[in-house]
């Protein structure tokens, strides 16, 4: 498994913008699918974006489509998730997640991934 380390929350005002990132020791991230998940306080864990290893085909929720940006520099061993025209909803602890495997501009269950960060917390509020 991957150690992975997510940073870059941060409370933001609605319209700010944000940049996590989640990088580990030794990480390929073109050979992994990388996940971004959110956890707010008392709702369930929802999928946010995801890019596949390989050919890098990307999904995100409808609720960010458009305002986040997924993208991975492997020669710094990081994922990035660009997170424009922020709202309180998307507020929220950040997870990111890897799995070795691939897909094809979906978003696969949080049980395929096998390794996770421990989060970074997102505060959007004025």
């Known amino acids: 498994q991957l150690q992975l380390v997510e940073s870059g929350g941060d409370l933001v005002q609605p319209g700010g913008s944000l940049r996590l990132s989640c990088a580990a020791p030794?990480?390929?991230?073109?050979?992994?699918?990388i996940g971004w998940f959110r956890q707010a306080p008392g709702k369930e864990r929802e999928a946010v974006s995801c890019?596949?290893?390989?050919?890098?085909?990307?999904y995100y929720a409808d609720s960010v489509k458009g305002r986040f940006t997924i993208s991975r520099d492997s020669a710094k061993n990081t994922v990035y998730l660009q997170m424009n025209s922020l709202k309180p909803d998307d507020t929220g602890v950040y997870y990111c997640?890897?799995?070795?495997?691939?897909?094809?501009?979906?978003?696969?269950?949080?049980?395929?991934?096998?390794?996770w960060g421990q989060g970074t917390q997102v505060i959007v509020s004025s």
């Open positions: 890019i596949s290893s390989v050919d890098g085909s990307t």
């Open positions: 997640a890897a799995g070795y495997f691939r897909t094809s501009g979906t978003m696969p269950p949080p049980v395929a991934f096998d390794s």
């Open positions: 030794g990480f390929t991230p073109d050979y992994y699918t």
